[in-house]
């Protein structure tokens, strides 16, 4: 069963704007990473943020992380045609392992 | 670096024939992984390999078998593909060992887009 699930489902915006995405999980954590996907390609990895981290910038890119509320949150900064793709959440336990969510797929429109 | 190689790019096969993805990294991870991914479910393991010489199953291992052939290779069999499992399979792999906290993404191929008819 899927760890993480993302939401919204989907996100359309202009350029320029800011896009948040959400991620909620289940049980507890030792890490959660964010993923880019590019239609008809692989997963790409954008930024992990540990169990005893809050906050994580990476470029335009900042995530948020509160276990309290098993709750992470992705936003991508003055977004670009560029970042239209799909954006996965995954966490990791105790293994290796990880879990995704099923996914937001961006569209930012020129 | 070519990262995560995945072969091949794309197959078609009829119901009950047998196939085998293939699967290489080059960065001389421990741990590498072979995902499917469907319309809607977002990406889900099939097995997984922390080390070389060990493998275990994942969320969805049924229909499958996979062989670590050494740290680079890991590769993953259909025995008798049925319809259910036309997807788009993803190899993965990750530095892996025991040492917390962990640090590092996944690296992920390119994807087999294989249709099963």
């Known amino acids: 069963s899927q760890q993480g699930e993302e939401d919204p489902q989907a996100l359309s915006i202009q350029e320029g704007e800011n896009a948040t995405m959400n991620c909620s999980y289940k049980t507890s954590i030792n890490n959660l990473q964010w993923y880019r996907q590019n239609s008809g390609r692989g997963l790409v990895h954008l930024i992990l943020i540990r169990s005893n981290e809050r906050e994580k910038h990476s470029g335009r890119l900042r995530v948020t992380l509160d276990t309290s509320k098993k709750s992470s949150s992705l936003l991508i900064t003055a977004s670009r045609a560029a970042d239209t793709a799909s954006y996965f959440c995954?966490?990791?336990?105790?293994?290796?392992?990880?879990?995704f969510g099923k996914g937001t797929k961006l569209t930012v429109n020129p | 670096n070519a990262g995560v190689t995945q072969t091949p790019k794309f197959q078609v096969l009829k119901t009950g024939q047998s196939m085998t993805l293939q699967c290489a990294q080059d960065m001389n991870h421990n741990s590498m992984y072979w995902y499917r991914q469907d319309p809607g479910m977002g990406l889900r393991l099939i097995y997984y390999s922390a080390s070389e010489g060990t493998t275990d199953k994942g969320e969805v291992p049924n229909g499958y078998n996979v062989s670590r052939l050494n740290k680079r290779e890991f590769s993953l069999r259909l025995e008798s593909a049925a319809p259910s499992q036309t997807s788009v399979y993803f190899c993965a792999s990750s530095p892996g060992g025991d040492r917390l906290p962990r640090r590092y993404g996944y690296t992920f191929g390119s994807g087999t887009r294989l249709t099963v008819v």
């Open positions: 995954a966490t990791q336990g105790g293994s290796e392992k990880l879990v």
